[in-house]
């Protein structure tokens, strides 16, 4: 078994729409970035790739036209299945979502299923958690939000024939 973390930070953009979990959040300013600025898949994309020692998101998913507005539950998907290919499966997905606003709890359900279905794992090894800072840092003075995320990650064991 190994344990990966991840940990991601965008600030707003009024210009975006707010993707977490692959949802659209209409209540809030979107995220500055390059994808869809999704800092919960990133930061779930990174734990994934930490505990099978890939690289970094940055590695795999460079600043360049192919990645640019591209959803991150496809960059989620690709990172799960590398992460198969190198021998790992994903046990479960811990995470927790920094924000001061808006309210996460009517889109959590739908973001758990969208996590599962790109990592393809059951919905029930999936949790999403939201917290604020009480006002305090960037997060508390609303000029971004930031998502961390807990992996654990079971080697794959293959039976002879």
Same mark, same amino acid.
């Given at each position: 078994?190994?344990?990966?973390?991840?940990?991601?930070?965008?600030?707003?953009?009024?210009?975006?729409?707010?993707?977490?979990?692959?949802?659209?959040?209409? =209540? @809030? #300013?979107? %995220?500055?970035?390059?994808?869809?600025?999704?800092?919960?898949?990133? &930061?779930? !994309?990174?734990? $994934?790739?930490?505990?099978?020692?890939?690289?970094?998101?940055?590695?795999?998913?460079?600043?360049?036209?192919?990645?640019?507005?591209?959803?991150?539950?496809?960059?989620?998907?690709?990172?799960?299945?590398?992460?198969?290919?190198?021998?790992?499966?994903?046990?479960?997905?811990?995470?927790?979502?920094?924000? =001061? @606003? #808006?309210? %996460?709890?009517?889109?959590?359900?739908?973001?758990?299923?969208?996590? &599962?279905? !790109?990592?393809? $794992?059951?919905?029930?090894?999936?949790?999403?958690?939201?917290?604020?800072?009480?006002?305090?840092?960037?997060?508390?003075?609303?000029?971004?939000?930031?998502?961390?995320?807990?992996?654990?990650?079971?080697?794959?064991?293959?039976?002879?024939?």
């Amino acid at each position: 078994m190994r344990v990966g973390s991840g940990f991601d930070v965008h600030a707003f953009d009024p210009t975006r729409t707010l993707i977490l979990g692959g949802v659209e959040v209409p =209540e @809030g #300013p979107g %995220l500055a970035g390059h994808s869809d600025a999704d800092v919960l898949c990133h &930061a779930i !994309a990174d734990a $994934i790739l930490g505990g099978a020692r890939l690289g970094d998101l940055g590695s795999l998913f460079p600043n360049d036209p192919k990645w640019e507005q591209a959803s991150s539950l496809v960059i989620l998907g690709a990172t799960a299945e590398a992460a198969r290919d190198a021998g790992w499966v994903i046990g479960n997905i811990d995470s927790t979502v920094i924000a =001061e @606003g #808006p309210k %996460l709890t009517p889109y959590k359900a739908e973001m758990i299923a969208n996590i &599962a279905t !790109a990592t393809q $794992i059951d919905q029930s090894f999936v949790s999403v958690k939201a917290t604020t800072t009480d006002g305090l840092g960037f997060t508390g003075r609303r000029e971004g939000i930031a998502a961390m995320a807990t992996v654990l990650l079971d080697a794959i064991v293959l039976k002879n024939p």
